[in-house]
């Protein structure tokens, strides 16, 4: 499995929201300069974030976006889903019932689902509010001078 940049992008622009975060709506402009996106491309993953009610936008000359709520309520899993679809390794795990014929005899399933396991309890047990807490404390880091 690989994560496009739709979805990696879609992360990376939740983060910059919250990251940037004065309460004031933030220009879809700003954003790509940051993140180094197209204004193109970002406009069609903002669309589906805020299709979602992850972002709220505003029109006009104070208008742009911003994160709908607290980072903390966002999971990287949530939003690779949402750009993304199943992050199943394989089709036979996407739905509750294993409808393969091969279920009962397949010597591999259970690698499947263990690789399905760990995949969610990763991308489940990471917020945004955990990534911008790392990269601020990582920026802080930096600007450390003796």
Do not use: F
């Not at 279920?103 to 047990?125: F, G, H, P, R, Y």
């Amino acid at each position: 499995m690989k994560i496009s940049t739709k979805g990696r992008y879609a992360v990376r622009v939740m983060l910059d929201l919250a990251v940037h975060n004065t309460g004031e709506y933030i220009k879809v402009k700003q954003i790509a300069q940051r993140q180094e996106i197209s204004e193109k491309y970002l406009e069609q993953i903002i669309s589906v974030l805020n299709k979602a009610g992850y972002v709220k936008s505003a029109r006009g000359a104070q208008g742009g976006y911003k994160m709908s709520g607290d980072p903390a309520e966002y999971t990287v899993g949530m939003i690779l889903r949402l750009t993304e679809g199943s992050l199943c390794p394989v089709a036979c795990l996407e739905t509750k019932v294993n409808e393969c014929d091969r279920c009962d005899t397949c010597e591999t399933l259970d690698v499947w689902k263990q690789l399905n396991e760990a995949i969610n309890k990763v991308v489940d047990s990471v917020t945004i509010a955990d990534l911008a807490e790392r990269q601020m404390s990582r920026e802080e880091s930096m600007n450390y001078y003796i």
